[in-house]
């Protein structure tokens, strides 16, 4: 490092830009005479003797009188005590800037992990009153009543509701009545075993918690389509597929609504191996542009990946964990519908209708 650096080096450390050249130069001349430290350096003399006073109160020099003012580099043991000291600072804010840039503060992240049940549920409370298309969500009785009003708001909304009930646990609590179901949602199922409170909302939002016996009292709330996705697998196979319906609001004849396209494949398969012509209406999102659309026509066709070991005319929920989509025909053009997620097909389906069964 040539004089120059240091000299700019030091006044990053925190000398004025005259300070710095004095101490350089004296490093230089060992020991020297003001007047001498002012004429080898860019100090204009009448600001000499504040320089050095101010070099020697920050511990880099010493003066002594020998017929005039002198100076010289003081013992660099503080000095560089200090100097290191500042390199370690540096060295540590960089390393937060780096981090505080990687780490968004907690209200920007996707996944925000909270410390009571409490937090999750007055989140999913507004969640649930801001949804726009689908709830579901698995809680105890008592969870219910505390959430009933914002589900009734989804509800009125148009909002297709799921709920999954179940117990806490050691406890029998009683089943919320028909009518504050019927208040509440479009469908309820019973759980008999205590499950942690989960809350999906418009395939976006997720609200966790462990159950009440949990090591830790904690919750997670996600912000994430994919992470939400996950969820919604574990909601569908732990908490709905195989529990006892407790009430229902679902239309035996059209119009049938369904927000799920697995749902609607089941469904619609049997019709359409007996020959029947299923009108529908899809709402959803163009895969490659994002844009919304709706369109009506006929199902002509639908595919999924698994292959059903089952002669039940209904297709087991585990054969369409792959790739599953109906093909809809509309005035001559065949597009493929696909469900939450969709990729390969041409429209991510959030609502089908089927409008009549001919």
Same mark, same amino acid.
């Given at each position: ?40 350096? &860019? ?129 029998? &609590? ?185």
């Amino acid at each position: 490092m040539d004089g120059e650096e240091l000299t700019e080096t030091l006044e990053d450390a925190g000398l004025s830009p005259y300070q710095a050249d004095a101490f350089v130069t004296l490093l230089g001349l060992g020991s020297a005479s003001a007047t001498d430290i002012a004429q080898a350096s &860019s100090v204009p003399d009448p600001r000499i003797y504040d320089v050095l006073r101010g070099l020697e109160e920050q511990g880099y020099i010493e003066t002594y009188e020998q017929d005039s003012l002198h100076a010289r580099a003081h013992d660099p043991t503080d000095v560089l005590r200090n100097l290191r000291s500042r390199a370690d600072r540096f060295e540590a804010a960089a390393g937060e800037i780096e981090d505080r840039w990687s780490r968004p503060d907690l209200e920007e992240h996707k996944v925000s992990i909270v410390k009571r049940l409490d937090t999750v549920l007055a989140r999913a409370d507004e969640l649930i009153r801001e949804a726009g298309n689908q709830v579901q969500i698995g809680l105890t009785p008592a969870q219910f009543e505390d959430l009933s009003d914002a589900l009734a708001t989804a509800l009125e909304n148009g909002v297709d509701v799921k709920v999954c009930l179940f117990p806490e646990i050691g406890t029998e &609590s009683a089943l919320p009545s028909t009518d504050a179901l019927a208040r509440a949602c479009t469908e309820a199922r019973y759980r008999d075993l205590s499950s942690p409170f989960l809350a999906l909302i418009d395939r976006s939002w997720t609200c966790f918690s462990p159950h009440g016996d949990s090591t830790n009292e904690y919750g997670v709330i996600v912000n994430d389509r994919t992470l939400a996705y996950v969820f919604h697998w574990y909601y569908l196979t732990c908490l709905w597929e195989i529990h006892e319906t407790i009430y229902s609001d679902r239309r035996d004849e059209p119009p049938i609504t369904y927000v799920d396209l697995r749902q609607c494949l089941r469904d619609v398969e049997p019709l359409l191996e007996d020959g029947v012509t299923i009108e529908a209406t899809v709402v959803g999102f163009e895969t490659d542009t994002g844009r919304e659309v709706t369109k009506r026509g006929t199902i002509t066709d639908l595919t999924y990946a698994g292959v059903s070991a089952s002669d039940e005319r209904t297709t087991p929920l585990p054969q369409l964990a792959g790739e599953a989509s109906i093909t809809l025909e509309v005035g001559g053009e065949r597009y493929t519908i696909g469900g939450w997620g969709a990729m390969l097909e041409d429209l991510e389906a959030v609502r089908i209708t089927i409008e009549s069964l001919e």
